[in-house]
């Protein structure tokens, strides 16, 4: 695994490159500051796909990516093997001139991290900046401006101010005897060879207080010289002078947004496990605002079924699945710790660390690639005989789940992107009412129908409530053990007969039938005394 920091993702961007575009599909894994900013949005399966689509969009707008994992999958044909490249990434928003992101933590997400040894501190020292579409282009608006220092103060800390300072004195104490052409090496003070941002500032805060000199960035270190009026007047106007500096500052600041730009571009297959909400916040982290609108699927378990389990052997020729063990390891030592093949073909698992995004990024694209083998091998009607399978086979296996997310806790299986949703495939509601005038207690009932596994209850009217459950088995269970129940009415919820509307009108109508009738009655028996 690599581990990808500031630090050393410059470092690190060809090679990840030259995966991301080698690869047959990519496995994506997330892990955020938060999960729920309001009760109000707590999945249930009521939830249609819009009504989950917008409570997830109002909880994820409060929450950031703090790690984002990234296994790429090549395929080794004439081996039958794919072989996996994983990358981890901390990501944490860089405050510079006017942008300056706000975030929500939530204490749960936080503990729940911390028992799985998350390093905060490469989150916040270390972490790979970003930068979303609005942000990139009211940065890109004020450079062109010429405004973007007006923004500065407020992200430049002391110290760094200090250090500027320090920088200017010494080169006004150089200036006042160098002659033109005289060059001063910068290299031995940290503020000229730090962060790309700060050294951007660093450039334009010499070039504006010395108008006898020029500087030029140089392996990372600043370089001034002093030079002529003409030459100083001649690189003003280069267009290609200023737009470099520039473009570095830009590069840094986009950080990882780079790289969510070229997964966009090179439409390479992306797989997630339960990914809706990692797509969601992904798209509103590091693209724009968004648009108003089995047994167990856990993924440790799943990757263990089709590991060691007898998901593996389902079909014939499944094949190996090994992370590749690149030079560029942080230690050397760690080689021995990935997932190798050995002689019989079953992965070794020496470094097994649950969500951590890099290993769950690989573990959801060894998942994937099992259930694809099995799902082409049915779809090319080759499941008797068994063989090896291209990876364009394989992939062909999931064509029918392009572009499906998938809903966990909802009225829907999941959400088509390119087309419309699924029909439901949930039980009937089922429709609880007291047999008492007292209201209706929704814990209770909820207490009540827990035993039969997962039931969402809401509140339906004062006297009754409504029960959504997770399959027929246990929906069928309910009604057949509650007929008799002493304190509840249990039935299958039928919109007409137990809508609170259509009671009304059926109790208006009988009212004023029962008025007009006894009106007329009145009427025919005063004509009848009267004659």
């Known amino acids: ?109 936080l503990e729940f991290l911390c028992q799985h040894d998350f ?56 200036s006042a005897s160098a002659v033109l052409g005289d060059v001063l090496e910068l290299s031995d003070m940290d503020v000229c060879k730090g962060e790309k941002p700060l050294a951007y500032v660093v450039h334009k805060e010499l070039r504006q207080r010395f108008p006898n000199v020029w500087t030029f960035p140089d392996s990372g270190f600043i370089r001034v010289q002093k030079i002529s009026e003409e030459e100083r007047k001649a690189r003003e106007g280069s267009k290609d002078e200023n737009e470099s500096l520039e473009a570095d500052l830009m590069d840094s600041l986009l950080g990882f947004s780079r ?73 050397p030592q760690m080689k021995d710790q990935e997932v190798r093949a050995d002689e019989s073909g079953r992965n070794q698992d020496l470094d097994v660390k649950f969500h951590e995004a890099g290993w769950d990024s690989f573990c959801t694209g060894y998942c994937f690639i099992r259930l694809a083998h099995i799902f082409a091998h049915v779809t090319l009607d080759c499941v008797s005989e068994g063989r090896m399978l291209t990876s364009r086979e394989l992939l062909s296996g999931a064509a029918s789940k392009k572009n499906c997310v998938n809903l966990i806790r909802a009225s829907v299986s999941h959400i088509c992107l390119d087309g419309p949703d699924p029909a439901s495939e949930k039980p009937q509601w089922i429709h609880v009412q007291t047999k008492t005038f007292q209201a209706i207690d929704i814990s209770k009932v909820a207490e009540l129908f827990a035993r039969f596994g997962a039931v969402d209850v809401k509140p339906f ?33 039928h919109p007409i007969r137990h809508s609170p509307v259509l009671r009304g009108f059926l109790w208006t109508g009988l009212v004023v039938s029962g008025g007009i009738f006894a009106c007329l009655l009145f009427k025919e028996f005063d004509r009848i005394t009267k004659s």
């Open 1 to 109: 695994m690599s581990e990808i920091t500031r630090n050393n993702f410059e470092q690190k961007y060809p090679k990840i490159v030259e995966s991301l575009r080698n690869a047959v599909f990519i496995a994506v894994d997330t892990e955020f500051t938060g999960l729920l900013s309001d009760p109000d949005f707590k999945a249930s399966l009521f939830d249609t796909s819009n009504e989950r689509y917008d409570k997830l969009r109002r909880s994820v707008q409060h929450f950031i990516i703090m790690q984002i994992g990234i296994c790429t999958f090549r395929f080794v044909q004439d081996k039958n093997k794919y072989e996996a490249s994983r990358y981890t990434f901390y990501i944490f928003p860089k405050s510079f001139a006017s942008v300056d992101n706000k975030f929500m933590c939530q204490a749960s997400s």
């Open 119 to 174: 390093d905060f501190n490469k989150f916040v020292y270390e972490g790979v900046p970003y930068l979303n579409q609005q942000q990139e282009a009211h940065l890109r608006k004020q450079l062109n401006e010429g405004s973007l220092f007006r923004h500065l103060e407020r992200t430049i800390s002391l110290e760094n101010e200090r250090s500027i300072q320090l920088v200017c004195s010494r080169v006004a104490e150089w």
């Open 259 to 331: 790289l969510f730009k070229l997964l966009v571009e090179l439409q390479k297959p992306i797989v997630g496990h339960n990914f809706l909400m990692d797509l969601m916040i992904m798209y509103s982290q590091f693209h724009e605002q968004l648009p108003s609108m089995w047994e167990s699927n856990i993924l440790s378990h799943l990757y263990h079924f089709f590991k060691e389990g007898r998901g593996r052997y389902f079909v014939l020729f499944s094949p190996v699945i090994e992370i590749k063990n690149e030079a560029e390891i942080h230690d």
């Open 461 to 493: 009217t004062r006297f009754r409530a409504l029960v959504a459950v997770g399959n027929c088995r246990s929906a069928s269970d309910i009604v057949t053990q509650f007929q008799k129940h002493r304190d509840f009415n249990v039935s299958y919820y």
